[in-house]
């Protein structure tokens, strides 16, 4: 659940910290990925291959904390 607070009637301010907000847990590209009906094996493909996009964003990040790139 996301709450956020509305200082000083501004709500242009609280509506960008909520854009942000909802943009950080990923609620935007999962409203898009609902908007269509997806097959089972799109469904697996597409976890597949963000899975394999995690491991490589991974193993970059352990790459570089060791100093090999």
Do not use: C, H
Not at 12 to 31: H, I, N, S
Not at 33 to 39: A, T
Not at 44 to 68: D, T
């Amino acid at each position: 659940m996301v709450n956020i607070v509305v200082r000083d009637n501004n709500v242009e301010q609280a509506l960008r910290a909520l854009k942000k907000k909802m943009q950080r847990e990923g609620t935007f590209r999962e409203m898009k990925r609902r908007k269509f009906y997806e097959k089972p094996s799109e469904k697996r493909a597409r976890q597949k291959a963000e899975a394999v996009r995690r491991a490589r964003k991974l193993a970059r990040k352990k790459a570089q904390r060791e100093g090999l790139l």
